[in-house]
């Protein structure tokens, strides 16, 4: 059995790009998460749905946002790497 040597270089946090991620991620969340909440509520409406029929359409698009946040986060740590080799 062979043994990796033990890595000489360390890794360090690359601020601005957690920054800006961590930014565009507060932005975007607004909007995504206040569009699940008002187009629940909308549709709702539309269908004629009773309050909890309501809560529960809002739920699964809030389900929906945090689907579309976490996609955004790992296509945006790609684009803008959290760590650097140092």
Do not use: K
């Not at 206040?34 to 309050?51: K, Q, R, S, T, V």
């Not at 945090?66 to 080799?85: C, N, T």
Request: hydrophobic share 55%; glycine share 10%; proline share 3%.
């Amino acid at each position: 059995m062979s043994q990796q040597p033990a890595s000489t270089s360390s890794r360090q946090i690359y601020w601005p790009s957690v920054i800006t991620v961590i930014s565009a991620a507060i932005l975007i969340g607004a909007e995504v998460f206040g569009a699940a909440f008002a187009g629940g509520w909308a549709l709702a409406i539309l269908f004629g749905l009773n309050d909890t029929s309501a809560h529960i359409l809002q739920a699964v698009l809030f389900g929906l946002g945090v689907l579309i946040m976490v996609a955004f986060i790992r296509g945006a740590q790609r684009i803008e790497p959290f760590f650097r080799r140092g």
